[in-house]
């Protein structure tokens, strides 16, 4: 007990610590550039957009809650205490929008599309990777390749093959949006009928690239496996084939377990481009119209949110996972 | 040295990884040769024509010909009548002209013609035939009339002095002409982009700068990557704690976000190829130096390194003669992967519009970038965004197999 | 005297290794162990030892084949059941075994009473699992292992700890015969003991009925087991009880084994430690002729063609050799000793 104790204080600390890493870099590396967030602004009225009292009012708005002329430091904490109230500014793009509010509709899409995404595609690489290593043969020489070559395909190629083939030749799912166009948001049987037809696209083409991957590491890791000498042992032990398998697969899926700690950052970032092919308003959208809108309150907040969904996910699959292996118990008491 | 080299080859994975990388790079150094046109020209004046041969209109009208005994009415109503058309004028034949379902044959494209020439009424009037059904069935009407036409086409000219129209040709239906006659024309085997710029060229040209973009990225990150690696994992101590912590920092927060701000926050103006290169660079060392930090711990205590430590060899020294060739194959594959995930990493910035911002050159993302902006992905335009999908592909399957072979080369209980 | 536990009869089996070729590393061999006995078989690495153990179970798959004998266990010939029945049946419950690598033989993720659990579990035996627990916890008490071992993961016990625990489950179902393949050649000399003490007491505690000990170390032999046998490129090359083969081998190669070790026993300890030259017969192509004929030193050119057979000599020893005992004793007084072999110490 001692040691879980002592490996979740280590893990929630450290995640602490880089939370606030992670904060101070979102504020500061804007602010190291040439085209810090002030100039940008000021260029923004500057430029003599269309709107410009609007423009200047997001300024004014932005200057008096971010204290733009004070020192950096002082900056700082003041725009940590305006975002810890959960105030990001008002979006230049969406006038008079607050940035939260963008941020808040759209961030339950994305976190809605990906968790159960990458959760299906994990569980089903695995299992078919198992299955690849414990067949073999020719099963395993004519589907290894494909995984191969699939997980080689970067989730927004996967989502346009997924939108030519089933939206534009065959037509049986919708193109873009995360619901009908015609719909509003309400709680009526169609809107939830047209959320779901949205949402397969999108689901599959980051399931399916998750599932390449995954594939391929839990096959190698239950090949090892498999020879491992546990297996002999229990096999003259008289314990049957298939409980044996079972056993295999656990240990192998448990280091699958670290490596999807590890890529869950480069595997979110490749969901949130492939969120942008289907227009699918999540945060990934989002990012795009805080680029071409050159929004940067919506974009800073953004990257925020992101770089805490990611690390939030991050802790939980640690946590999980010490509860899980008892290597890790093992580790720790050592 | 030879002998590793000759091993690798062996690697049934390497290999075709290999063959595949160089055919690509092959293409994108022969292609330029052969093909000389500027491939960022605009020479479509629309968005997104299909692939094919272009071929000169008016060259093709004035060409003197050949008659072919060819009836060109029966492939014209194939093309005009969808399977959604032959369903309507089964409807109607149904419904309107009282025709039996087991007489009407909807497979049979010229009966069907046949039965509706027979049978068509403009101006029938019916129960629940609405004058928008109407007007649908007598637009379809117009569409066979013409398809069946094969009078052909007269081709006048406007006389200079009076403004008569005076016939110069007749152009009939069985009149073809031969495309080798023809001087003016231009294939696209992959079609024109929104710009109107030739697919392929553009997409051989852009192949080139994303693999530099790779190559640099990676090449930085692995220098970084490296560096950090082997001062952590031979100087130890406080040294290696803060790296790591470094490391696991930058592991745990997404490089894409870290990506997406430097980008953003660098400006239009400054960001080009090659920044974007060192950018991406720049985010993704993380690995390779978690890599080369444990090979380094493993070799540290090695009794040939302990040597070289009692002999009195400078730290240099020691890492350059004594570390460094053990780890160099790790490198290697650390650095394959880098540069896959460099031109990976361009594609997705580019996207969410943070790549190269120019016009000069194009990049792989950036072809994705202006494709999805002009919504070649909703119109069916296919040609201007899978090519580049399957290139990407390619070439990240191409290293990831080369790297997955030198793995079990290097690496022998790995292999099964 | 006492009843058969174990009767291996003309027992031959292969393995097809990674480039689909047949080696044969159990060619032809019989042994017979009473109720009570121990039997032990030595020899060189590579002789076949641990395949002849994995052999004896009865259980085969890849890259191991059966390919013909008889295994009879107390009377039961294990050799022509099905493989799911010796599985159930034999497997554990009859005949147990003890791998040579046991470190790692325990799958590390799982509590040591779950594993027990799932080993009753295959053999049909209806307990709950308190009953299972309960059982465990007096079958170790009694073994001298600690309670709490129950409740651990393979990764948090020590080397030694990990051995016992396995050989308690391995004998946990109180089998006929116990396999063990090196049971302690990997561990530090402590635990070898304790090992060693422990296989004696699962013999004398009746939780097992015959053993057999597989060990490229004579003198452990000569400690725990009532007979030796000496096994030479897949065959038995003689069988004796553990003083016999020790003080009065009979076959050049038993000769040549008990003179490169050290036997801990007065008397024995002035033999010279020597090594036999050369290698074993590579198994994919067995000699034609005797197999030990190229490294022996009183090989004749009719050992290289003709095979001998096993032959019995007085009080059931047996050996495999084309010279008569008599002849091979005169040999050895005349001119064995006088050899000059490579000498050690």
Same mark, same amino acid.
């Given at each position: 007990?001692?040691?879980?104790k002592?490996?979740?204080?280590?893990?929630?600390?450290?995640?602490?610590?880089?939370?606030i890493?992670?904060?101070i870099?979102?504020?500061?590396?804007?602010?190291?550039?040439?085209?810090?967030?002030?100039?940008?602004?000021?260029?923004?009225?500057? /430029?003599g957009?269309?709107?410009?009292?609007?423009?200047?009012?997001?300024?004014?708005?932005?200057?008096?809650?971010?204290?733009?002329?004070?020192?950096?430091?002082?900056?700082? *904490?003041?725009?940590?205490?305006n975002?810890?109230?959960?105030? *990001?500014?008002?979006?230049?793009s969406?006038?008079?929008?607050?940035?939260?509010?963008i941020?808040?509709s759209?961030?339950?899409?994305?976190?809605?599309?990906?968790?159960?995404?990458?959760?299906?595609?994990?569980?089903?690489g695995?299992i078919? /990777?198992?299955? +690849?290593?414990?067949?073999?043969?020719?099963?395993?020489?004519?589907?290894?390749?494909f995984?191969?070559?699939?997980?080689?395909?970067?989730?927004?190629?996967?989502?346009?093959?997924?939108l030519?083939v089933?939206?534009?030749?065959?037509?049986i799912?919708p193109?873009?949006?995360?619901?009908?166009?015609?719909?509003?948001?309400?709680?009526?049987?169609? *809107?939830?009928?047209?959320?779901?037809?949205?949402?397969?696209?999108? *689901?599959?083409?980051?399931?399916?690239?998750?599932?390449?991957?995954? +594939?391929?590491?839990?096959?190698?890791?239950s090949?090892?496996?498999?020879?491992?000498d546990?297996?002999k042992?229990?096999?003259?032990?008289?314990i049957?084939?298939?409980?044996?398998?079972?056993?295999?697969?656990?240990?192998?899926?448990?280091?699958?377990?670290?490596?999807l700690?590890?890529?869950?950052?480069?595997?979110?970032?490749g969901a949130?481009?492939? @969120?942008?092919?289907?227009?699918?308003?999540?945060?990934?959208?989002?990012?795009?119209t +805080?680029?071409?809108?050159?929004?940067?309150?919506?974009?800073s907040?953004?990257?925020?949110?992101?770089?805490i969904?990611?690390?939030?996910?991050n802790?939980?699959? @640690?946590?999980?996972?010490?509860?899980i292996?008892?290597?890790?118990?093992a580790?720790?008491?050592? | 040295?030879?002998?590793?080299i000759?091993?690798?080859?062996?690697?049934?994975?390497?290999?075709?990884?290999f063959?595949?990388?160089?055919?690509?790079?092959?293409?994108c150094?022969i292609?330029?040769?052969?093909?000389?046109?500027?491939?960022?020209?605009?020479?479509?004046?629309?968005?997104?024509?299909?692939p094919?041969?272009?071929?000169?209109?008016?060259?093709?009208?004035?060409n003197e010909?050949?008659t072919?005994?060819?009836?060109?009415?029966?492939?014209?109503?194939?093309t005009?009548l969808?399977?959604?058309?032959?369903?309507?004028?089964?409807?109607?034949?149904?419904?309107?002209?009282?025709?039996?379902?087991?007489?009407?044959?909807v497979?049979?494209?010229e009966?069907i013609?046949?039965?509706?020439?027979?049978?068509?009424?403009?101006?029938m009037?019916?129960?629940?035939l609405?004058?928008?059904?109407?007007?649908?069935?007598?637009?379809?009407?117009?569409s066979?009339?013409n398809?069946?036409?094969?009078?052909?086409?007269?081709?006048?000219?406007?006389?200079?002095?009076?403004?008569?129209l005076?016939?110069a040709?007749?152009?009939?239906?069985?009149?073809?002409?031969?495309?080798?006659?023809?001087?003016?024309?231009r294939?696209?085997?992959?079609?024109?982009?929104?710009?109107? %710029?030739?697919?392929?060229?553009?997409?051989?040209?852009?192949?080139?700068?994303?693999? %530099?973009?790779g190559?640099?990225?990676?090449?930085?990150?692995?220098?970084?990557g490296?560096?950090?690696?082997?001062?952590?994992g031979?100087v130890g101590?406080?040294?290696?704690?803060?790296?790591m912590?470094?490391? $696991?920092?930058?592991?745990?927060?997404?490089?894409?976000?870290i990506?997406?701000?430097?980008?953003?926050?660098?400006?239009?103006?400054a960001?080009?190829?090659?920044?974007?290169?060192?950018?991406i660079?720049?985010t993704?060392?993380?690995?390779?130096? %978690?890599?080369?930090?444990?090979?380094?711990?493993?070799?540290?205590? %090695?009794?040939?390194? $302990?040597?070289?430590?009692?002999?009195?060899?400078? &730290?240099?020294?020691?890492?350059?003669?004594?570390?460094?060739?053990?780890?160099?194959?790790?490198?290697?594959m650390? &650095?394959?992967?880098q540069i896959?995930s460099?031109?990976?990493?361009?594609?997705?910035?580019?996207?969410?519009?943070?790549?190269?911002?120019?016009?000069?050159?194009?990049?792989?993302?950036?072809?994705?970038?202006?494709?999805?902006?002009?919504?070649?992905?909703?119109?069916?335009?296919?040609w201007?965004?899978?090519?580049?999908?399957?290139?990407?592909?390619?070439?990240s399957?191409?290293l990831?197999? &080369?790297?997955?072979?030198?793995?079990?080369?290097?690496?022998?209980?790995?292999?099964? | 005297?006492?009843?058969?536990?174990?009767?291996?009869?003309?027992?031959?089996?292969?393995?097809?290794?990674?480039?689909?070729?047949d080696v044969y590393?159990?060619?032809?061999?019989?042994?017979?162990?009473?109720e009570?006995?121990?039997?032990?078989?030595?020899?060189e690495?590579?002789?076949g030892?641990?395949?002849l153990?994995?052999?004896?179970?009865?259980?085969?798959?890849?890259?191991?084949h059966?390919?013909?004998?008889?295994?009879?266990?107390?009377?039961?010939?294990?050799?022509a059941?099905?493989p799911?029945?010796?599985?159930?049946k034999?497997?554990?419950?009859?005949?147990?075994?003890?791998?040579?690598?046991?470190?790692?033989a325990?799958?590390?993720?799982? !509590?040591?009473?779950?594993?027990?659990?799932?080993?009753?579990?295959?053999?049909?035996?209806?307990?709950?699992?308190?009953?299972?627990?309960?059982?465990?916890?007096?079958?170790?008490?009694?073994?001298?292992?600690?309670?709490?071992?129950?409740n651990?993961?393979?990764v948090?016990?020590?080397?030694g700890?990990?051995?016992?625990?396995?050989?308690?489950?391995?004998?946990?179902?109180?089998?006929k015969?116990?396999?063990?393949?090196?049971?302690?050649s990997?561990?530090?000399?402590?635990?070898?003991?304790m090992?060693?003490?422990?296989m004696?007491?699962?013999?004398?505690?009746?939780?097992?009925?015959?053993?057999?000990?597989?060990?490229?170390e004579?003198?452990l032999?000569?400690?725990?087991?009532d007979?030796i046998?000496?096994m030479?490129?897949?065959?038995?090359?003689?069988r004796?009880?553990?003083?016999?083969?020790v003080?009065?081998?009979?076959?050049?190669?038993? !000769?040549?084994?008990?003179?490169?070790?050290?036997?801990?026993?007065?008397?024995v300890?002035?033999?010279?430690?020597?090594?036999?030259?050369?290698?074993?017969?590579?198994?994919?192509?067995p000699?034609?002729?005797?197999r030990?004929?190229?490294?022996? !030193?009183?090989?004749?050119p009719t050992?290289?063609?003709?095979a001998?057979?096993?032959?019995?000599?007085?009080?059931?020893?047996?050996?495999?050799?084309?010279?008569?005992?008599r !002849?091979?004793?005169?040999?050895?007084?005349?001119?064995?000793s006088?050899?000059?072999e490579t000498?050690?110490?």
């Amino acid at each position: 007990m001692k040691g879980y104790k002592k490996y979740y204080g280590q893990k929630l600390f450290w995640y602490l610590l880089t939370l606030i890493f992670a904060v101070i870099l979102n504020f500061v590396l804007p602010r190291l550039m040439p085209g810090d967030p002030v100039s940008a602004i000021a260029a923004r009225a500057v /430029g003599g957009m269309t709107d410009s009292t609007a423009i200047q009012k997001v300024i004014n708005d932005y200057v008096e809650k971010f204290g733009i002329n004070k020192p950096m430091y002082q900056q700082f *904490f003041m725009w940590l205490g305006n975002v810890l109230k959960g105030d *990001f500014g008002v979006s230049f793009s969406q006038y008079p929008r607050p940035v939260s509010d963008i941020i808040n509709s759209a961030v339950w899409w994305t976190v809605a599309l990906q968790l159960p995404a990458i959760i299906v595609g994990w569980l089903l690489g695995n299992i078919l /990777g198992a299955i +690849a290593a414990y067949i073999r043969g020719v099963f395993d020489k004519a589907i290894l390749p494909f995984f191969l070559f699939v997980s080689n395909i970067p989730a927004f190629g996967m989502a346009t093959i997924l939108l030519f083939v089933f939206s534009i030749k065959l037509g049986i799912a919708p193109a873009s949006g995360g619901y009908g166009y015609d719909l509003i948001p309400n709680v009526s049987w169609t *809107f939830v009928k047209s959320v779901i037809g949205h949402y397969q696209l999108p *689901f599959w083409s980051i399931v399916l690239i998750t599932i390449g991957g995954q +594939a391929i590491g839990m096959r190698s890791m239950s090949i090892y496996e498999l020879n491992a000498d546990y297996v002999k042992y229990s096999r003259f032990l008289g314990i049957k084939d298939s409980k044996i398998v079972g056993y295999v697969f656990r240990n192998a899926m448990l280091p699958q377990i670290t490596g999807l700690a590890l890529s869950l950052g480069t595997m979110i970032g490749g969901a949130l481009v492939a @969120e942008i092919i289907f227009s699918y308003p999540g945060l990934g959208t989002t990012l795009l119209t +805080a680029v071409t809108g050159q929004d940067y309150p919506l974009l800073s907040a953004c990257t925020l949110i992101i770089t805490i969904m990611v690390l939030i996910a991050n802790l939980v699959v @640690e946590l999980l996972y010490g509860v899980i292996d008892p290597r890790v118990k093992a580790n720790q008491q050592d | 040295m030879k002998n590793t080299i000759k091993q690798v080859f062996h690697s049934g994975k390497f290999l075709v990884g290999f063959i595949i990388f160089v055919l690509i790079l092959a293409i994108c150094f022969i292609y330029p040769v052969f093909v000389t046109y500027d491939p960022l020209e605009m020479i479509g004046a629309g968005n997104f024509y299909k692939p094919g041969t272009y071929v000169s209109q008016e060259e093709a009208a004035l060409n003197e010909g050949y008659t072919l005994n060819m009836d060109a009415s029966e492939s014209r109503l194939a093309t005009a009548l969808g399977v959604e058309e032959l369903e309507k004028m089964q409807e109607y034949l149904i419904k309107y002209a009282g025709i039996a379902e087991k007489d009407i044959d909807v497979t049979d494209t010229e009966a069907i013609v046949e039965l509706w020439q027979q049978n068509y009424n403009p101006d029938m009037k019916a129960k629940g035939l609405t004058s928008a059904k109407r007007k649908a069935y007598r637009r379809l009407d117009a569409s066979i009339e013409n398809a069946m036409k094969s009078s052909g086409v007269i081709i006048a000219e406007e006389d200079a002095e009076s403004g008569e129209l005076k016939e110069a040709k007749t152009i009939k239906g069985t009149g073809y002409v031969n495309t080798k006659d023809i001087v003016n024309k231009r294939t696209f085997i992959l079609g024109t982009d929104n710009f109107g %710029r030739d697919v392929l060229t553009e997409l051989v040209a852009a192949t080139k700068v994303s693999l %530099r973009i790779g190559l640099i990225a990676g090449l930085i990150a692995t220098a970084v990557g490296l560096i950090l690696g082997l001062v952590a994992g031979y100087v130890g101590g406080v040294v290696d704690n803060i790296i790591m912590f470094l490391t $696991n920092l930058f592991t745990v927060i997404p490089s894409f976000i870290i990506l997406i701000l430097i980008s953003y926050s660098v400006g239009t103006n400054a960001r080009g190829v090659m920044m974007v290169a060192f950018i991406i660079g720049l985010t993704s060392w993380p690995w390779t130096t %978690r890599s080369v930090r444990s090979q380094v711990i493993s070799l540290r205590n %090695r009794d040939h390194v $302990n040597l070289s430590k009692l002999s009195g060899h400078s &730290m240099f020294r020691i890492i350059f003669t004594d570390i460094l060739p053990y780890i160099a194959s790790y490198v290697v594959m650390a &650095m394959i992967l880098q540069i896959s995930s460099g031109i990976l990493s361009e594609a997705q910035l580019s996207m969410i519009g943070l790549g190269p911002a120019t016009t000069k050159v194009a990049t792989l993302g950036l072809m994705m970038n202006w494709a999805m902006q002009y919504a070649a992905h909703l119109n069916g335009s296919w040609w201007a965004y899978f090519p580049v999908v399957i290139v990407i592909a390619l070439i990240s399957f191409s290293l990831n197999l &080369m790297n997955t072979g030198l793995d079990q080369v290097f690496n022998p209980q790995l292999r099964d | 005297m006492g009843k058969v536990m174990l009767e291996v009869n003309h027992l031959k089996t292969k393995y097809v290794t990674r480039f689909h070729e047949d080696v044969y590393a159990v060619d032809d061999v019989s042994l017979k162990i009473e109720e009570g006995k121990s039997l032990g078989i030595a020899g060189e690495s590579g002789c076949g030892k641990s395949t002849l153990a994995l052999s004896l179970i009865g259980y085969y798959f890849a890259p191991l084949h059966y390919m013909s004998g008889d295994i009879i266990v107390d009377g039961v010939k294990i050799s022509a059941m099905k493989p799911d029945e010796v599985r159930k049946k034999i497997l554990g419950n009859e005949v147990a075994y003890i791998p040579q690598a046991a470190m790692n033989a325990l799958n590390p993720t799982m !509590k040591i009473i779950r594993f027990i659990e799932d080993v009753m579990k295959a053999h049909n035996i209806k307990m709950t699992k308190k009953e299972v627990y309960d059982m465990a916890r007096e079958r170790f008490a009694d073994l001298g292992l600690p309670e709490d071992v129950l409740n651990k993961h393979a990764v948090e016990l020590s080397g030694g700890m990990k051995q016992r625990t396995v050989i308690a489950i391995s004998t946990i179902l109180s089998p006929k015969v116990l396999i063990a393949d090196e049971p302690s050649s990997a561990l530090d000399v402590t635990s070898q003991k304790m090992v060693i003490r422990m296989m004696r007491e699962l013999m004398e505690k009746g939780y097992i009925k015959s053993m057999i000990f597989i060990t490229h170390e004579l003198p452990l032999l000569y400690n725990v087991t009532d007979d030796i046998m000496v096994m030479y490129a897949g065959q038995i090359v003689e069988r004796g009880t553990a003083k016999e083969m020790v003080f009065d081998p009979i076959h050049p190669y038993s !000769k040549g084994l008990m003179g490169s070790i050290i036997v801990p026993e007065s008397g024995v300890r002035d033999h010279k430690l020597t090594a036999i030259p050369g290698t074993p017969p590579n198994l994919k192509n067995p000699p034609k002729g005797c197999r030990f004929a190229d490294r022996c !030193k009183y090989a004749t050119p009719t050992c290289s063609a003709l095979a001998p057979d096993m032959k019995e000599f007085d009080n059931g020893r047996t050996y495999r050799c084309l010279m008569s005992v008599r !002849k091979i004793r005169e040999v050895y007084e005349n001119g064995g000793s006088a050899e000059v072999e490579t000498e050690f110490d």
